[in-house]
């Protein structure tokens, strides 16, 4: 029935979720037929009876009365809206897409009844009682069911007045002025700003964009080959006719697969063909996508453009009003009048283009970065691996934001040279040929330009360079902050970006000179051409004589000149970055997308996965990952995938989910896939939605697949249950845990193939069994599914169906576990190496369901495992009990700030304690405090601040000396009227106005050249101070403040410190100092005009004052609902295989058009409250101009013809002043947010100091003996303790193990001996030193940790063992030969230097866990903490790491934080904590007799005596 109805009415029906929201609604399918055809059928029904009495014609009518008239003419009227409503209909269809039916038949339907309502009220005139019950039912019914479509309507009208206002309201922008007196009233929020009209939305304008994409992106790929074949022919490429059987190619390329390739160094030209890309298609259909916008905005441009040389004409008939003594005054009035209205009508036109450009703007960028978005969900791994994922959010923010600033100008392009033609024109009619020489010096500034652009181009480029480099190394520092605060390694890092950083202050103020130059060339450029035109003019003949008329119409055209010429240049130069950024999109659009042909889909029985010799390779051209793979999986299988580190499993894997280049053969796949990857990606949402995944909820399955996954303990455990927030990364929550909610996503979402990439290898080992047996095992939840399972664990292996081994990329055999230990293969030999201490405990089946919640890896701290992902943020462990409480960073928001978030979400009132783990970013409200100002002056310098406002001040001087000396130059036209001019007398002239504009320009010069330096001074300072602090700030601070956010701070706010504040400034004050001067002129000129300035003043001071508060919301809400976009964007790229596993690519774009639409509504928003001032700015200029015009005309008689030229032209001139003085001192205003941004950063509290007075003697510790007296802890002030009084001794050398349950404090052990965490009692002696008295780095230096997350960093190899180069490269090679990498290095063509890559993720991640034993060899501190991590690695790679440490540390106090008991049984002694205290201490032997919590601990672990562990 509802589908019938869907289709009738070509909408939704009814959905449920309409309802179950703050602003519920019901859906329009059912307004349009439920509640129009209820009353109607009531009355159709009842109807026809009311009709009878005209058929009995015997009874008389009674007269008509007013009330009866009245009816009738409403019930007519009513009838003709039906059917107008439904010649609408008919007009529409023709139009566009068919209308759905309901269109026709409601209109319909209302005509008749309307008709008959008329025929009742007539009928009504032969009773007596003249209204009907049932037409007074009908009406009230009518009524009650057309409320609600009503105020669904009056929502629409009231979520966007625009949709609604009048033409008048919107050609001046009067419909946002409620807007604009709520932002003054109180700070706007997101929820006070209207929502986007439809059109505007980022799907709709997305989906044109997309289709128009896909056509031009074909076009230049066709180009690219065809530039490919040319250029293959130029070299005369041998295998151009590619005559070659295909068997003899197919040999060749195997051939080609065995030679490592080796990139050659010097070869960085062209040639690589990889550097080619599809070109010069983005503008073109950026273009088609946008016509209608781009025309509308050339129409009113040239309206525009037209009217702005209509006044200087104008202002000519003034001036000979003015001279000429016989004149009538109405003319006066008249001219006076027409300048006004010309003013008037200019400014109107254009701000609607300024309106239409703007919002191109910031169409452009929605619909880039929707496309980079929706471009990052389909590349493939190759082109993943070209741009880190840094670079990618640049293309985000930089490269589209470039677009939208290059959008808002892009019509000066046609506009300004128009405006130069029209201009000469005109003057060539006043001054004749001696224009020329004006228009000389123009044209030779132009090669001048030309120069300082191609320089600025080459340092804009290299300084992008720059900014990528170190934004990837700030990306790296704050995720792997954790390790670097554990080995004192911030030194060294800041080192790295400081010096990136003072290459790009170095470009920096090159670009700023050359800014400078330019600009001094520019204000250079009027004056010069005025003065070469007036003097060439003088001097070409006697008789002509410069007078008033000539004079100052010709001055009004140069000023006119002014403008599209200062343009032209920067609309060039912004062209040329966009060029840059143009290239950076085309490429990065352009690429390969991930080619999954190599994956089949066709239904071949009784087989669920199939290889059919398949060869796949990470890179199109790199060495084949797995060989010639040919398995047949049967459905409904548990298959094994198991080989030593390295040996292709994940590979294996990443070719089923389609992620590798196909080399030959294919994968044949029947049904859905789920995925798990090694490494649990959880996104930053509550528990239950990272379950869900975007599934429908169903209660019981939800609660079953909780419980098959162990996490019922780990929801009591957690602050709000399965509500909690889980922060970026998933850091609340311990490895363990973050693989279990993983795979509780992975089993909830109810596929027909799972492939599991490892996912038991983060859980403890009962956890382990216990998962297997309810979710993985025979007898699990999955049990009827296929189950591929990547493992290092032997003990499951007896109960799975098949085995197969990977040897190098090849499977070397499979089987079942009989059939293959009967093999004798390299599968029995593993066994054997690896059985026996895994053994017992299978035999043991212990009941591990009790265990589940006996947790694993993390303990009461949360340690995060480190994600591949880009925005890791390895996190300090936080408590989980109640802990992650709302935190309030002390930020000092002044009294007027408040926090503007207050309903950011309509939640459920009662928050828990420790639900929320990420504050929402404070918004600073109320106005920008005077003190940052002050600040940003003093970070310049405030010498150089007062001699460049002095620069300025000299400019003005000589500007309106200039102007009064022109002035008098023209009143010489009268004195000598019939006389000749003396020659003495005209070079004075020329002389004295030649050295008054020279002077103006030099000024210019010195305060721009000085303001530049002290602008780089202010940068440096201020990024200075922020990395300082951002890298001394304790690690709860990284816990509570997601990446993006720190990001954002070295990203967006110190690009705008760099180049944004420095330019505001400037101009604002040469905007302020030049309206002052012309106010100062014609005031000089007509002194009553004083009067006016005063009420002027004020109007526009209140318009001013309204304006800011508004404008300068809604930047801040700008930047703050910016960062989800990016935020959003980088946990996309992290999870980018499972999202693409689980096939949600679809509703991930959504998401992210959603936060999109956000942002676009409040820079929208924005863009408005601009046009909306500058229409009333505008106005004030034009009465400006109106009040000097009128006074000039009104004291004709007393005036001199120069003296009002220079009035009523520098009077319109003022306009265009007023206009930018508000905008620069708005987005002075706005942009100095980022220095409170960074300032709020750099208050932030710091950690203890890194080195104090009091020094630890040389070479300590030198025995490594610890003492804990009565040591407690706690993670925050406001938190429980976690450790309650610990007090212990242990000795020198002493191996000691520590073990205990989930919360028992463990892991918070190794942060307090770090001091990750402060003492909240007690203290911890080291070698009789107290480590609460000496800095950090003396003692952290002296420890040494191999922590759980096996973290690296880019750059080289050796950089990651020994960033400060302490140490030789024979020591190096020593460590890495004792951690089992030596070979490795040394079969890599570059050894040590060999780069690793973003997040070491070219190396296997036990390969990353060797490098981290590396790394504390190299250390040798005489305390060694281990964090065991042995979860990502294989028994083999386990068994090194172990001996390694038996053997090399066997000198040293070892402490060894254990989640598998096994590797713990040999130590001295074991310390068993519960709840924050030590309830047992002794040697392993005597805990096993004792029967208490160790005991018990080891009978779940299958361990009875200590004979049983042989590792």
């Not at 922020?1026 to 990446?1043: K, Q």
Request: proline residues 3%; aromatic residues 10%; glycine residues 6%.
């Amino acid at each position: 029935m509802s589908a019938a109805l869907e289709e009738f009415c070509g909408s939704v029906f009814w959905n449920a979720s309409y309802l179950t929201r703050p602003d519920a609604d019901l859906p329009v399918c059912f307004q349009q037929t439920v509640l129009v055809w209820v009353p109607l059928g009531f009355f159709w029904i009842l109807a026809p009876w009311q009709v009878l009495p005209m058929c009995k014609s015997r009874a008389k009518k009674s007269s008509v009365t007013k009330l009866y008239i009245i009816k009738q003419v409403l019930a007519t009227l009513l009838m003709l809206t039906a059917a107008a409503e439904l010649a609408l209909a008919f007009v529409e269809d023709t139009e566009q897409a068919p209308l759905p039916a309901v269109q026709y038949t409601n209109p319909s339907l209302y005509v008749a009844t309307w008709l008959l309502v008329l025929l009742i009220h007539d009928a009504r005139r032969f009773c007596l009682r003249r209204d009907s019950g049932i037409l007074f039912c009908f009406w009230t019914l009518s009524l009650l069911c057309g409320i609600l479509p009503f105020q669904s309507l009056l929502r629409r009208a009231l979520q966007n007045p625009e949709v609604t206002a009048s033409f008048l309201s919107s050609i001046t922008f009067e419909w946002y002025t409620s807007m604009v007196f709520k932002g003054y009233r109180k700070p706007l929020e997101i929820e006070d700003i209207w929502e986007l009209k439809g059109k505007d939305k980022t799907q709709a304008i997305y989906a044109v964009l997309e289709k128009n994409m896909k056509t031009a992106v074909r076009k230049a790929q066709a180009e690219l080959e065809k530039r490919k074949r040319k250029k293959r022919r130029r070299e005369g490429d041998p295998d151009h006719g590619n005559n070659m059987s295909k068997a003899q190619s197919q040999d060749i390329l195997v051939l080609e697969e065995k030679q490592p390739k080796r990139k050659k160094k010097g070869d960085k030209g062209d040639s690589d063909p990889r550097k080619d890309f599809p070109r010069g298609w983005l503008v073109k259909t950026l273009c088609k996508t946008f016509w209608q916008n781009l025309l509308l905005s050339v129409a009113f441009k040239l309206v525009h453009d037209g009217l702005v040389f209509v006044s200087p004409q104008l202002l000519k008939l003034l001036i000979a009003f003015v001279s000429d003594e016989e004149s009538f005054a109405w003319q006066g009035y008249l001219y006076a009048i027409l300048l006004f209205l010309t003013a008037l009508i200019q400014s109107l036109c254009l701000q609607q283009y300024f309106s239409l450009c703007f919002q191109l703007g910031i169409n452009v960028r929605a619909s880039l970065i929707a496309a980079i978005y929706k471009k990052a969900l389909t590349m493939s791994s190759a082109t993943r691996k070209e741009s880190t994922v840094g670079e990618t959010v640049n293309l985000m923010s930089a490269d589209a934001q470039r677009f939208m600033d290059t959008a808002n100008f892009v019509h000066q392009l046609w506009s300004s040279p128009l405006q130069i033609i029209l201009s000469i024109v005109f003057l060539w009619r006043e001054l004749g040929p001696s224009v020329l020489a004006g228009i000389a010096v123009i044209v030779l500034l132009i090669p001048i330009n030309g120069f300082l652009v191609a320089k600025a181009k080459t340092i804009q480029v290299r300084n992008m360079k720059n900014k990528d480099e170190r934004m990837k190394t700030m990306n790296e520092i704050l995720n792997g902050i954790k390790i670097l605060k554990l080995f004192a390694w911030e030194p060294s890092f800041e080192k790295r970006v400081n010096e990136v950083r003072a290459r790009e202050l170095k470009d920096l103020v090159n670009f700023s000179y050359l800014q400078s130059i330019s600009i001094f060339l520019f204000t250079c450029a009027p004056f010069l051409v005025s003065l070469a035109s007036f003097a060439v003019y003088v001097l070409v003949d006697e008789n002509n004589i410069l007078d008033a008329q000539k004079a100052f119409t010709a001055i009004s055209l140069f000023n006119v000149l002014r403008f599209p010429m200062a343009m032209l240049p920067l609309v060039l130069s912004s062209l040329v970055q966009t060029n840059v950024s143009t290239a950076r999109l085309e490429r990065y659009l352009g690429r390969e997308d991930l080619d999954t042909s190599a994956i089949h889909h066709n239904p071949i029985a009784g087989s669920a996965v199939r290889f059919s010799e398949a060869t796949f390779a990470w890179e199109q051209d790199g060495n084949a990952a797995i060989r010639d793979v040919t398995l047949d999986i049967a459905p409904g299988s548990l298959v094994a995938v198991v080989g030593a580190v390295g040996s292709g499993k994940s590979s294996l894997v990443s070719a089923m989910l389609g992620e590798m280049e196909n080399i030959k053969g294919h994968v044949n796949i029947q049904g859905s896939l789920a995925y798990v990857p090694q490494q649990a990606w959880i996104q930053n949402a509550t528990l239950k939605d990272n379950i869900l995944f975007g599934s429908e909820l169903d209660e019981a399955r939800y609660q079953q697949v909780i419980k098959a996954c162990a996490l019922l303990p780990d929801l009591e455990l957690l602050p709000a249950g399965d509500q909690t927030e889980i922060g970026e990364k998933g850091i609340n929550l311990s490895g363990g845990q973050k693989q279990r909610v993983s795979l509780a996503r992975a089993v909830y979402s109810n596929a027909d193939i799972y492939v599991l990439d490892d996912p038991l290898s983060a859980v403890d080992a009962h956890v382990g069994k216990y998962l297997f047996e309810h979710v993985l095992g025979p007898k699990g939840l999955l049990q009827k599914k296929t189950r591929i399972l990547v493992t290092h664990s032997i003990s499951f292996l007896p109960q799975v169906d098949n085995i197969v081994v990977l040897v190098a990329g090849v499977v070397s055999e499979h089987g079942s576990y009989s059939t293959l230990l009967a093999n004798r293969g390299a599968f029995a030999q593993f066994l054997n190496l690896y059985g026996s201490q895994e053994e017992d405990a299978s035999e043991k089946n212990t009941t591990a369901v009790a265990l589940a919640g006996d947790e694993e890896q993390g303990d009461e701290d949360i340690e995060p495992c480190v994600e591949e992902g880009p925005d890791d943020v390895v996190t300090m462990t936080l408590k989980r009990d109640a802990s992650i409480r709302q935190r309030e960073l002390s930020r000092s928001l002044s009294k007027s700030s408040t926090n503007s978030w207050k309903k950011a979400q309509e939640e459920p009132p009662k928050k828990l304690k420790g639900q929320q783990l990420i504050e929402k970013e404070a918004v600073e409200t109320g106005k920008v405090k005077f003190s940052m100002y002050l600040r940003y002056l003093h970070a310049v310098g405030l010498w150089y601040s007062f001699w460049v406002a002095m620069g300025y001040v000299g400019q003005y001087v000589a500007f309106v000396g200039t102007n009064l000396w022109l002035s008098a130059w023209t009143d010489d036209a009268q004195h000598y009227l019939n006389q000749t001019y003396p020659t003495e007398q005209r070079d004075l002239r020329i002389g004295v106005f030649g050295v008054l504009g020279v002077s103006q320009a030099l000024f210019l010069l010195f305060a721009t050249i000085l303001s530049a330096r002290g602008a780089m001074r202010a940068s440096r300072v201020m990024h200075q101070q922020l990395l300082s602090n951002i890298l001394r700030v304790p690690m709860s601070f990284f816990d509570t403040t997601p990446t993006g956010r720190i990001v954002n701070r070295f990203a967006k706010d110190i690009f705008t410190i760099d180049e944004t504040i420095p330019m505001s400034f400037r101009s604002w004050l040469s905007c302020f100092m030049a309206i002052i001067s012309t106010l100062l002129m014609i005031s000089l000129a007509t002194p009553f005009f004083a009067l006016v300035i005063i009420p002027l003043s004020i109007f526009y001071y209140f318009v001013l004052r309204f304006y800011v508060s508004t404008s300068r919301q809604l930047r801040r809400l700008d930047s703050v609902t910016r960062s989800p976009i990016y935020s959003h964007f980088g946990e996309t790229v992290s999870g980018l295989s499972v999202i693409r596993a689980f096939g949600h690519q679809e509703r991930f774009l959504q998401q992210n058009e959603s936060t999109m639409d956000i942002n676009q509504k409040s820079v929208y928003a924005w863009i408005v409250s601009n046009r909306w001032l500058a229409i009333r700015l505008e106005f004030v200029g034009s009465l400006v101009v109106f009040f000097s015009a009128l006074l000039a005309v009104i004291s004709k008689g007393t005036l001199e013809g120069g003296i009002v030229g220079l009035s009523v032209s520098s009077a319109l001139n003022v306009t265009q002043t007023l206009n930018w003085l508000v905008r620069t001192s708005s987005e002075l205003e706005t942009n100095i947010v980022a220095v409170e941004r960074v300032h709020e950063y750099t208050k932030v509290k710091n950690e203890a100091p890194w080195v104090t007075e009091k020094r630890p003697p040389h070479g300590w510790p030198s025995k490594g003996e610890i003492q804990f007296v009565d040591y407690k802890v706690r993670y925050r002030p406001e938190l429980e303790l976690v450790l309650q009084g610990i007090t212990c001794n242990i000795g020198s050398t002493e191996k000691v193990g520590v073990v205990g349950r989930t919360g028992a404090g463990k892991s918070s052990l190794t942060n307090c001996l770090f001091r990750v965490l402060e003492a909240a009692g007690g203290m911890i002696i080291i070698d009789e030193v107290d480590i609460a008295t000496i800095g950090l780095h003396d003692l952290r230096q002296n420890l040494t940790i191999i922590p759980q997350d096996p973290v690296l960093f880019s750059g080289t190899l050796r950089m990651n063992l020994d960033p400060f180069d302490q140490y030789t490269d024979e020591e190096v090679w020593k460590a890495l030969e004792l951690a089992h990498l030596k070979t490795y290095v040394q079969d890599l063509p570059e050894g040590l230097l060999h780069l690793v890559s973003e997040a070491g993720e070219n190396l296997s991640v036990g390969q990353r866990q060797l490098v981290c034993l590396a790394r504390a060899l190299l250390r040798k501190a005489k305390i060694l903490i281990l964090d065991e991590a042995t979860a990502a690695v294989d028994l083999e790679t386990d068994h090194l790491i172990q001996t390694t440490i038996r053997s090399e540390f066997a000198d040293c106090t070892v402490l060894t934080i254990a989640h598998r008991l096994h590797t713990i049984m040999d130590s001295n002694r074991v310390m068993v904590l519960q709840a924050g205290r030590i309830v047992e201490y002794d040697s392993p032997e005597e805990l096993l007799k004792k029967h208490g919590v160790f005991s018990a601990l080891a009978k779940d672990a299958g361990i009875t005596n200590i004979e049983t562990t042989v590792l």
